[in-house]
């Protein structure tokens, strides 16, 4: 095979973030994890061309995370009262308080 003949490679790039409440405004505990993903099949004829073409796989990867990461963080609004979590948290630790006040003769 020389080396200018047409070869065929499959390029996969990932890239995944997870976000939690202290870095965006969702409820506590919770967490949101932004993944991209391309898997593409190139043909190439020099190994200079395959990397030109990985490197703009990696180029469109990353304009697609931080176009998807605006678009979905523009959608979320945080109100603590429809986390499911944090409504057990409140209602446990308003149980604790009661039990300490209780514990020390201030119910």
Known sequence: MSENEPRKSRISKKI???FFN???NIPLYESVV????????V????LEERQ???DNITKLLKEDFNKTTKELFSKITYQE????INKELSD??????????SDHGLD
């Open 81 to 84: 009262s429809e986390s499911p």
């Open 52 to 54: 030109r073409k990985s």
């Open 92 to 101: 446990s630790k308003q149980d604790n308080i009661n039990q300490g006040l």
């Open 43 to 46: 043909e190439w004829s020099s």
């Open 16 to 18: 995944s973030r997870t």
């Open 22 to 24: 202290k870095s965006i």
């Open 34 to 41: 932004v993944e991209v993903n391309f898997d593409e099949e």
